[in-house]
């Protein structure tokens, strides 16, 4: 077999594994893999995303499985490729309810990594391409319906004499692609916003904000950006796009509302959401509710003692706009990760003298090295090799979160080779540096806390100037009238202070809305129990709580960057029209919490 070619034993493998599994012979299905294995799951097996790990775990999950499954027609989808004595090859298949995608990496003659995943319901595909819908009766009516008249008609009744199926809480770039893929699946749904226009969450934040991700990385589904569309958007503009696409997708999307409280009925399997709508009380009666705040939760307040006494303005990052009003003024930035650098930046566009205070090292990789060497297959070139943003989620969805750490401490080997010299002047400007416990570096960082890195796109430069003062190694001891007291005794006099410490769970906001009760039975979300500090184990293998069944029947978390939720609000979407349609939905695995 080793001497075929890697499309013939690619074939081979696959033919061997659809046997075992029509067979039920999960012994013969689990000596296909290599000892050290991994099988990434998007709902097709397990109705959940999960990964399992070794050949047991593969086997158990079989066994489990494999009747309600019925997996067959088992077939490549275009060549396979071979690197390094790895074979990789993409492949079709469906199961007793869904059509299902994936990718094959092999090694030896058996499979190192397996990934699967849902692409449609059968019988509930999204109708596009040859199935698009006509538009039109053409056919004289009297009583025919424009498509105006029956958007105005779904708008007036869903959330009156309708009720949604879905109620998504949180109308920011999370919770819109969601609904838009709810929207394709004919799922009723109503996308609630507390701004007063769809996109006020980037267009209220700070002016000089810009994304920090390239454009290829960031597409919505359905509507990708235009081809001269900036590689960097700011934030306005991605404002106005979201904007444009909650109009073009269709959305119900009711903005100045905002969710009061929610309860289940555990009996009735139905939600109590009451929401205020441009000071209205309205009672909604969701089967399903979804949690689309952003990528975590309220704000992080650190204690500061002595804050009663400063006589300056204190504000968390979450309430700063605009340096304008500080032109002049000497101003520290607590916190020195993404938005502490931010801030920083605008408020000396703004003329204020600028004091960051860090309080542990941060990761900083410049935004032109990350282009070229960590965004290689979302680029210009990737797509004129023919990887699309579609394949390229895929690819790095295929991935393992057990093996990244590996490859990303290679990667930023070559990081840290490339930018010496930026690095030697950041650190002799009194700037801590650091790539994570184990030199993994951003990316690990931003699945296992979300904090603690910055994709330099000007404030280092600044730093190194002497332009953004640094203040590190001791920590604060107080604030005082006039400044802050560290605990080395010396004291910084500043005019106001804008603390950039983050936010907590999401979980935080079901805390506020449903009840303590629930945000404790469902846990943190994010982090995949590394084991490093702010990412407690055990280990999870997969990211708490997002875009899956959680402990809470009937309520989902959407959350992340723009790819993060392009990619999982198909998952969403599909697990909820699943259970819309009666379709049977045996999740595998216990849902992520706090005690695993």
């Not at 034993?9 to 029509?22: F, G, P, V, Y």
């Not at 092999?106 to 596009?128: I, V």
């Not at 934040?205 to 960097?232: A, K, M, Q, T």
């Not at 009003?325 to 993404?338: E, L, N, T």
Request: aromatic share 10%.
């Amino acid at each position: 077999m080793l001497d075929m070619a890697p499309s013939k034993q690619a074939t081979a493998w696959l033919d061997s594994l659809a046997r075992a599994l029509e067979t039920g012979d999960v012994a013969a299905a689990g000596n296909l893999f290599v000892d050290e294995c991994y099988w990434r799951d998007l709902l097709t097996f397990t109705w959940n995303i999960k990964t399992m790990e070794g050949r047991a775990a593969i086997e158990d999950m079989l066994k489990a499985t494999l009747a309600a499954t019925n997996p067959s027609a088992w077939q490549l989808t275009g060549e396979a490729v071979s690197d390094e004595g790895t074979i990789e090859a993409w492949f079709s298949f469906e199961t007793a309810s869904a059509w299902g995608q994936g990718v094959m990496r092999l090694r030896d003659g058996r499979c190192r990594t397996l990934f699967t995943a849902m692409t449609d319901l059968k019988g509930f595909e999204e109708r596009k391409g040859a199935a698009r819908p006509l538009g039109v009766r053409h056919k004289a009516d009297p009583n025919r319906e424009t498509w105006s008249e029956a958007r105005t008609r779904e708008t007036r009744e869903l959330g009156g004499s309708e009720q949604p199926y879905c109620l998504v809480i949180g109308g920011g770039q999370g919770g819109i692609m969601l609904g838009a893929r709810l929207r394709q699946l004919g799922v009723p749904t109503i996308v609630i916003e507390k701004n007063a226009r769809p996109g006020d969450s980037w267009r209220n934040r700070y002016r000089s904000l810009v994304l920090h991700d390239p454009v290829w990385y960031d597409h919505l589904p359905y509507i990708p950006f235009p081809e001269n569309w900036p590689v960097f958007t700011p934030k306005d503009k991605m404002g106005d796009w979201l904007e444009m696409y909650t109009r073009v997708m269709e959305l119900n999307y009711w903005v100045a509302t905002k969710c009061v409280s929610a309860s289940y009925d555990e009996a009735g399997k139905v939600w109590t959401v009451v929401v205020d709508r441009v000071g209205q009380r309205v009672t909604l009666k969701p089967k399903h509710i979804v949690f689309a705040t952003g990528a975590y939760g309220p704000p992080r307040r650190i204690d500061l003692p002595g804050a009663e006494l400063f006589k300056g303005e204190l504000l968390h990052s979450s309430q700063y706009a605009s340096g304008e009003k500080f032109r002049g003024k000497k101003v520290a930035v607590i916190g020195a990760a993404s938005s502490g650098h931010d801030v920083s930046v605008d408020l000396w566009e703004s003329g204020a003298k600028v004091t960051m205070i860090q309080r542990s090292p941060t990761t900083v990789v410049k935004s032109d090295t990350l282009m070229e060497v960590g965004f290689e297959i979302f680029s210009e070139n990737a797509l004129a090799r023919g990887i699309t943003t579609e394949k390229a989620d895929m690819i790095v969805a295929s991935t393992p979160f057990a093996l990244l750490p590996k490859s990303q401490q290679a990667l930023y080997e070559v990081i840290k080779a490339r930018d010496a010299a930026f690095y030697d002047r950041l650190r002799g400007a009194g700037f801590a540096i650091d790539f994570g416990d184990d030199e993994t570096g951003l990316l690990m960082k931003a699945y296992r806390t979300g904090s603690g890195y910055y994709i330099d796109v000007g404030a280092s430069e600044l730093i190194i100037d002497g332009q953004i003062g640094v203040r590190g190694g001791t920590a604060i001891k107080s604030l005082t009238p006039d400044g802050i007291l560290f605990e080395d005794d010396t004291e910084l006099a500043v005019d106001a202070i804008i603390s950039c410490t983050g936010y907590q769970s999401m979980n935080e906001t079901v805390a506020g809305i449903v009840s303590r009760e629930v945000a404790d039975k469902v846990g943190p979300c994010w982090g995949i129990g590394s084991g490093v500090k702010g990412d407690p184990g055990p280990w999870q293998g997969e990211l708490r709580n997002m875009w899956k069944p959680t402990a809470q029947q009937a309520l989902w978390f959407q959350g992340g960057n723009l790819a993060l939720s392009r990619f999982y609000s198909k998952y969403v979407a599909l697990q909820i029209k699943a259970r819309m349609e009666g379709i049977a939905t045996p999740v595998y695995g216990a849902p992520s919490n706090s005690d695993r």
